[in-house]
């Protein structure tokens, strides 16, 4: 094993106003024994001048600069610098748990492991505020008992969570013993290395821990850029596509999985442009072959959710406009139900918070009472206390009058003994006078 456990890798773009943020949080894991990688991919702020200042306060810390060529380049870089047994890449706008490597290592090295998940929360800089979301792990589709792989959950292995590689730790031997890369490309640059490392690992793992602060709302970020024809989403599952039909061990439970994952992530695609230029230029891409060639054109029952298939069916059927007000309208039911479901909830809370109130009222009067009892117990144990030291006094008293009584008693005892003795002795001298006297 190497001396280095774990390899940071951060690809670094315009990341100035949250960088120091970022390695701060690197910098300060509990677990020590780490390289922290830092790729520049051809910034133009002051993200290097921040690095090389972390750099003379932490030898840990190393940089490497290159072309702006995008975040996938800017991993592989990373990549094959790295020494560590296990590798991990974070992004540069994102904060972590002091404790996140140690977690992660932990538990990788206890499954002996390909891959640990962990979950996260998103992370909104306007409001500072860190939020729970369970978009990152599906956790109620992941077996119980670690670790497991693609054989344990045929039909499920792709939907596990978001296809990030920020929330997944690797073994590093295992990346590089499968070949795997991140795709040199703009967008989706990390959609076919998470999924087909999930895909050809033997033993994946997880930890429940929300270890990784997602921040959601930066611009300028290493992923930001304009849509492209065909969407880097689309080429990134099309070649994952590709590359999954060469694998012997792909199976049509596989496949159905893979078609879940692909169909979602060309919706959002669909769905993300705010321009309508660019919503169009998608719809028709996916229209006229997209959704063709990943093989999403299925019956109802190959789709896990019923939106998705009702989606994919709705671009086709209805126009443009038509099918945003029926998303629109969809949006709207959905906003209703989790309005439905805030106050069915809010019902529910506000009953249990009575409840609690109530319980703790009735904690209060039983503390109370626990508390009179307790004054009654230490009164009644000051009482014994008491009745123990005069019984211990009359004892001692019955002791000594029974000591003197046993002297009293011998010396009157000897005292009548004596007195017999001498009446004995006088009446014997008085028989003698008489019968002298006769």
Wanted: glycine share 4%; aromatic share 10%; with cysteine.
């Amino acid at each position: 094993m190497s001396e280095t456990k774990v390899s940071v890798i951060i690809p670094v773009y315009n990341a100035g106003e949250y960088l120091a943020t970022t390695l701060d949080s690197v910098c300060k894991q509990t677990l020590r024994e780490i390289e922290i990688i830092c790729v520049d991919d051809g910034s133009t702020d002051n993200s290097t001048e921040i690095i090389n200042e972390y750099i003379l306060k932490d030898n840990r810390i190393s940089l490497i600069r290159q072309a702006n060529l995008f975040a996938g380049a800017a991993r592989n870089n990373g990549l094959s610098r790295a020494k560590g047994d296990y590798i991990i890449f974070w992004d540069s706008d994102d904060f972590f748990a002091e404790k996140t490597l140690e977690i992660m290592y932990n538990k990788m090295t206890e499954d002996e492991a390909d891959i640990c998940l962990c979950n996260a929360f998103k992370y909104y800089s306007e409001f500072d505020k860190s939020l729970c979301s369970d978009e990152f792990v599906n956790y109620a589709i992941l077996p119980e008992t670690t670790p497991f792989n693609r054989k344990d959950i045929p039909d499920k292995i792709f939907n596990m969570g978001a296809n990030v590689p920020w929330n997944k730790m690797f073994r590093t031997a295992f990346i590089r013993e499968n070949g795997l890369e991140f795709q040199p490309v703009r967008q989706a640059n990390d959609t076919y290395f998470v999924l087909m490392a999930i895909f050809l690992a033997e033993k994946i793992t997880y930890v429940k821990n929300r270890l990784v602060h997602y921040r959601c709302d930066s611009e300028g970020s290493i992923t930001s850029g304009k849509v492209s024809i065909p969407p880097g989403a689309f080429e990134a599952y099309f070649y994952l596509k590709t590359e999954l039909e060469k694998q012997e061990s792909y199976t049509e439970e596989n496949k159905k999985s893979f078609i879940n994952r692909a169909a979602r992530g060309m919706l959002r695609i669909l769905h993300l442009p705010a321009v309508e230029q660019d919503y169009m230029a998608v719809r028709e891409f996916l229209i006229n072959e997209g959704f063709e060639k990943l093989g999403l054109l299925c019956e109802k029952d190959v789709y896990d959710a019923q939106w998705v298939y009702n989606d994919i069916q709705s671009v086709y059927s209805r126009t443009p406009t038509e099918h945003m007000i029926y998303k629109f309208g969809e949006a709207r039911k959905s906003k209703d139900k989790i309005k439905s479901t805030s106050i069915k909830r809010k019902q529910q809370l506000d009953k249990k918070t009575k409840q609690l109130e109530k319980a703790e009222a009735d904690n209060a009067e039983l503390k109370q009472r626990v508390a009179s009892l307790q004054a009654q117990l230490n009164e009644n144990k000051e009482k014994l206390k008491q009745a123990k030291t005069e019984l211990k006094k009359e004892r001692a008293e019955k002791t000594d009058f029974e000591k003197k009584y046993r002297t009293v008693n011998a010396s009157f005892m000897a005292l009548r003994k004596k007195w017999y003795v001498r009446l004995f002795v006088k009446l014997e001298n008085i028989l003698k006078s008489i019968k002298k006297s006769k």
